[in-house]
């Protein structure tokens, strides 16, 4: 998995995306590529501010090809002090993301799938992705990993800002990592100054934190995406 800048210092869809997904007609024709994206702490359903400036790279730089986009359906809440119920909120998150790669790649198993999420989104997609289980939770309570035939559908997995350290405590997780089948295609994007994935000593301010969506970084995740589609894909089914 690259980490840049660490220490350097059928669904609900996202507003203005393609209708995706899952296909249940030939009117809704497969997307040659298929987003899901985790909103950060507190943004409205959706993709969120990074979310959306990631989308719209990548339909720039994958142009002519079709991008269809699906926002994690889950929480997104602040309530850190409440333990087990805040960490199910996250569990919420992993759910509905596994299901809805499963669905969508039994449908339209030629789309390549992007994972991503910023903040307490990352730490959804990096757990749908690796099965960890925050540990104060009963053994069942999240979705398994994703099944190994799902692998090769994902072309990458993008993640902004993910908490680490002191800011990592809060979801009682193990270190917050995408699983080591998707390490290969995975980008987990630190800015510089951003204490919330570095895990040093909290700063001040949390203006970098707050900057994905504008610093470059999510023009970068989108290169970085369709590097990866490049890469081959499973075979025809």
């Known amino acids: 998995m690259r980490r840049i800048g660490r220490l350097a210092a059928a669904s609900v869809l996202a507003a203005a995306a393609l209708p995706i997904m ?5 009117s809704q024709p497969c997307p040659d590529i298929g987003v899901v994206f985790a909103r950060g702490t507190s943004e409205p359903p959706g993709v969120g501010s990074v979310g959306q400036r990631f989308v719209e790279a990548l339909r720039a730089q994958a142009f002519p090809r079709t991008v ?4 994690v359906n889950y929480p997104a809440s602040n309530n850190f002090a409440d333990g087990p119920a805040f960490q199910m909120n996250v569990v ?3 759910r509905d993301e596994s299901a809805h790669i499963q669905g969508v790649t039994s449908v339209c198993p030629n789309t390549r799938m992007v994972l991503g999420g910023y903040s307490q989104g990352a730490v959804v997609t990096a ?6 289980v925050p540990a104060a939770l009963a053994p069942g309570a999240a979705p398994p990993p994703l099944p190994a035939d799902v692998i090769d559908n ?6 902004f800002g993910t908490p680490a350290g002191w800011s ?3 979801y009682g997780a193990a270190p917050i990592d995408v699983g080591t089948a998707y390490a290969a295609k995975a980008l987990e994007l630190c800015a510089p100054g951003d204490t919330v994935c570095s895990g040093a000593a909290p700063s001040g301010t949390s203006a ?6 504008v610093n470059g970084m999510a023009d970068q995740a989108a290169t970085f995406t369709v590097s990866r589609l490049a890469a081959p894909a499973p075979p025809p089914v």
Do not use: D, F, I, R
């Open 22 to 26: 899952v296909p249940t007609a030939v």
């Open 68 to 71: 269809g986009v699906h926002g």
């Open 92 to 94: 919420e998150g992993v």
């Open 127 to 132: 757990l749908a992705t690796s099965g960890v």
């Open 154 to 159: 994902v072309a990458a997995v993008v993640l």
């Open 168 to 170: 990592a405590e809060k």
């Open 208 to 213: 970098p934190h707050q900057q994905y969506g």
